[in-house]
């Protein structure tokens, strides 16, 4: 029996319905597909489960990691193992593989071999029976338990030796027996010890994910709490904003007063200086009037007679001014 087949698949439950090539198809997202074996029972109907081979193991280990869903259902997922460890959980159970097997078998062979030194005057038919008793023990412990099979399909098993069901006698069959159990008990500690060694591997494996795990989550809080301090900055930040818009909104409503009060001082300004200007212009406009009256009247002496120096004097002065 193969125990190291990586590349072969034990995976339940499947309808009666189910076929190869709708296996196949289910199968075949993970890799090529090389076999699919349905199982049956005795009578030849589907047991409900599946062999299924593909070309590289590493597909196998996919698709244990993720089932595929079972045949017309859209949650449900197929249970999925590798053979070797399907056929270890089943000989733990009901095989020589658990102890509780091993000594009912040993019990069977010591009870057998007691039985043909009371009874070595049976007929040939009791003593054919007795040795296929002790074949089938012997079959049991160095092929593993197979319920599913008949004693003609047990018997094609038999590759390492040429004993058939009636050509040996009852010790020949006891020896054989015992040589199977020693050879089933060497097969099971390797087993055991392989076992071991993948288990080690597996606590390592999940030890290193553990701590990638922690740094992991470390990394995530260091990261949470950078997150805090850059959202606790923004909101200060934003506040500090908030205070400066404010405060430019007041400064902004002050210089619009002081405009509006400068433009009305301007314009009151305007106003005055306008109407003094105004003022000035009248006045001035008087003045000149009074100074061409001036100017006529000095012309009038002038032409009356001569005048003295001092008067032509102040009358020149008056002229200046007025000019």
Not at 247 to 265: D, I, Y
């Amino acid at each position: 029996m193969e125990f190291h087949d990586f590349s072969t698949l034990y995976a339940k439950p499947f309808s009666k319905h189910a076929t190869e090539s709708k296996i196949i198809e289910l199968f075949a997202p993970y890799g090529r597909v090389i076999n699919v074996e349905l199982r049956k029972d005795d009578s030849g109907a589907f047991r409900g489960s599946i062999f299924v081979t593909f070309a590289d193991a590493s597909c196998a280990k996919a698709a244990i990691k993720n089932p595929p869903l079972q045949l017309g259902s859209s949650i449900e997922r197929l249970s999925v193992m590798l053979k070797p460890d399907y056929e270890k959980k089943v000989f733990s159970v009901s095989g020589p593989g658990s102890s509780k097997g091993k000594k009912k078998s040993l019990d069977k062979i010591s009870a057998s071999h007691q039985s043909h030194g009371k009874d070595k005057h049976r007929s040939e038919g009791n003593h054919s029976k007795r040795s296929r008793s002790s074949v089938n023990a012997a079959t049991d412990y160095e092929f593993g338990y197979q319920p599913h099979l008949t004693p003609i399909a047990l018997k094609s098993n038999l590759s390492t030796t040429t004993t058939t069901w009636g050509d040996q006698s009852p010790v020949a069959g006891h020896i054989n027996g015992i040589h199977a159990a020693g050879h089933s008990v060497m097969h099971w500690k390797g087993l055991a010890e392989d076992r071991e060694r993948r288990v080690k591997e597996l606590e390592d494996q999940v030890k290193i994910e553990r701590e990638a795990r922690e740094n992991g989550t470390q990394k995530v809080n260091q990261a949470m709490s950078r997150l805090e301090e850059a959202q606790s900055r923004e909101r200060a930040a934003a506040s500090k904003l908030l205070s400066k818009e404010a405060e430019l909104g007041c400064l902004k409503g002050e210089v619009s007063s002081l405009r509006s009060s400068m433009a009305a001082r301007l314009d009151q300004l305007h106003i005055q200086y306008k109407a003094r200007v105004h003022d000035l212009e009248v006045h001035l406009q008087q003045l000149k009037e009074e100074n061409g009256t001036l100017k006529q009247r000095l012309q009038k002496l002038s032409s009356a007679g001569p005048i003295t120096n001092a008067v032509r004097g102040s009358l020149e002065e008056v002229n200046e001014a007025y000019n």
